[in-house]
C-alpha cells in the first residue's frame, strides 16, 4: 500500500460497528492507521441497550458530525445475544439490520456521507420475485438510500444484479477470489494447478467458477440440481439429484467454488458424487462458510477421505470451534475491506482493488505457474 498520510480525505474518517463487530473494526483501524502513519481513532463506539421487551436503541459514545462514516456489519453473527422477557434470545439477521437503522438513527443525519459494509449482504439469497413473495434485499437496498446511505459495499453478492434495486447509489461488490486463491496456494504447497479441475456445484455458481478456471486456464466442471418442483419443503424445492456435466475427473484435484456453505447438504451430495468418479482430492472454496446444520457430518466425511480442506473467510463471524477444525482454514480479508475504506475515504478510484485478476497472475509467477495471460 502507498504512503497515505498526505492524502487529503473526503471528510474526517469514521467507523461504527454492529454487535459482535468490535475485533473486525479493531483490526480494520490498525491496518489504516499503518498506512497513514497516524495513531488510529476513527471507531466511535455504539452500544445497543434493549429493555425487557426486547426492544432496543442505539447509543453513539460521541458524535459523528463533520465525518465519513463507514457502518460495518456482520448480520449473521448468531454469538451475540439479548434478553426478552427473561429468555436469552440469539440476534436474528433481521436484528442486526435493524442496529444498521438504529446507528444511522443515532448519527441524525450529522455525517457528511455515510456508507455500510455488509460483507454478507442481508437478505441476499431473497433477491428475486418468482411468486407472490417479497423482495427483501432489493428492499433492504432501497430503505438504506431513503436513509441516506450514499455506498453499500458487500463481497460476493448471491446475485450481482441486486444493484438494479439502488441504480442511484453506489453499490460495489468485491470477489474475495484472490484472498481465497492466495491462502491455497500458500497451504496445499504440493498442488498441480494443471491437474486441477474447477467445479460449480450449482448453475448458480458458475460465473464464479469461470472465473477460476479461466484466469488459470483450467478445466471448468459443473454439477445440475435437478429438483422437485411439486413440493416446497423448508421453503424451497428439494433436490432429487445432482447431476455431472463436465470432464473426467478421475485422478484429478478439485476446487468446488460457491458463495455460501450454509446447511452444506449440497456440498455433501457432490463430495459423494466426486469421490464416485474417483477424484483423487477435493478442496472447497466459499466466501461464508455458515455451517448451519453443524460441523459433525463434515467431520465424518472428512475422516472418510471424502474431501481435504475448507477454505472460507472471516468476513462473517466464525466459531472457534469451526476454526479448531483441521479440515477448515479461515482466509483473512479484513484487510481487504480496509483497503476498500480507504480508496473511498480519500475519493480514489476502487477498481483496481475490485478486480483480482493481476494479483492472481502475480502470485501464479510467484509459484511458478504458467497462466493463460501468459500466452
Not at 448519527?107 to 411468486?131: D, N
Not at 484435484?253 to 474417483?278: E, N, P, R, T
Request: negative net charge.
Amino acid at each position: 500500500m502507498q504512503d497515505l498520510s498526505k492524502e487529503v480525505p473526503f471528510s474526517p474518517l469514521a467507523i461504527i460497528g454492529t454487535r459482535g463487530t468490535e475485533e473486525m473494526c479493531k483490526r480494520i483501524e490498525a491496518y489504516i492507521g499503518e498506512w497513514r502513519n497516524e495513531e488510529p481513532h476513527y471507531i466511535i463506539e455504539a452500544s445497543f441497550p434493549r429493555f425487557a421487551t426486547g426492544e432496543a436503541k442505539c447509543l453513539l459514545k460521541e458524535s459523528a458530525r463533520g465525518k465519513d462514516v463507514f457502518i460495518v456489519a456482520d448480520c449473521f453473527n448468531y454469538s451475540q445475544t439479548y434478553k426478552m422477557y427473561g429468555m436469552t434470545v440469539p440476534m436474528s439477521p433481521d436484528d442486526h439490520f435493524q442496529d444498521v437503522k438504529r446507528i444511522i438513527s443515532a448519527i441524525a443525519g450529522k455525517a457528511t456521507r455515510i456508507s455500510v459494509i455488509m460483507p454478507m449482504l442481508y437478505e441476499s439469497r431473497q433477491h428475486r420475485r418468482t411468486a407472490r413473495e417479497s423482495l427483501d434485499c432489493a428492499f433492504m437496498l432501497h430503505e438504506l438510500n431513503m436513509l441516506g446511505v450514499e455506498n453499500v459495499m458487500t463481497f460476493d453478492a448471491h446475485d450481482d444484479r441486486v444493484r438494479n434495486a439502488t441504480p442511484l447509489k453506489g453499490f460495489d461488490n468485491l470477489m474475495p477470489s484472490y484472498q481465497l486463491f492466495k491462502a491455497f496456494m500458500k497451504n496445499e504447497s504440493d498442488i498441480d494447478i494443471k491437474n486441477m479441475v474447477i467445479v460449480s456445484p450449482d448453475e448458480g455458481a458458475l460465473s464464479r467458477g469461470m472465473f477460476y478456471s479461466t484466469v488459470l486456464g483450467i478445466q471448468l466442471s459443473m454439477f445440475y440440481k435437478r429438483r422437485d418442483y411439486t413440493q416446497v419443503i423448508d421453503g424451497k424445492n428439494p433436490i432429487v439429484a445432482h447431476e455431472y456435466l463436465g470432464d473426467d475427473v478421475k485422478g484429478k484435484d478439485i476446487i468446488i467454488v460457491d458463495d455460501i456453505l450454509a446447511s452444506g447438504d449440497s456440498f455433501l451430495h457432490v463430495l459423494d458424487k466426486l469421490k464416485g468418479m474417483g477424484a483423487r482430492r477435493v478442496f472447497g472454496f466459499f466466501s461464508f462458510g455458515l455451517f448451519c446444520s453443524g460441523l459433525e457430518k463434515l467431520d465424518e466425511y472428512y475422516k472418510a477421505g471424502k474431501f481435504d480442506r475448507i477454505y472460507a473467510t472471516n468476513s462473517v463471524y466464525v466459531p472457534e470451534e469451526t476454526k479448531a477444525r483441521e479440515w477448515f482454514k479461515e482466509v483473512n480479508v479484513l484487510k481487504y475491506i480496509a483497503y476498500y475504506i480507504e480508496a473511498v475515504n480519500i475519493n480514489k478510484s476502487i477498481s483496481l482493488i475490485i478486480d483480482p485478476t493481476d494479483k492472481i497472475h502475480a502470485l501464479c509467477h510467484k509459484y511458478g505457474i504458467k497462466t493463460v495471460l501468459d500466452n
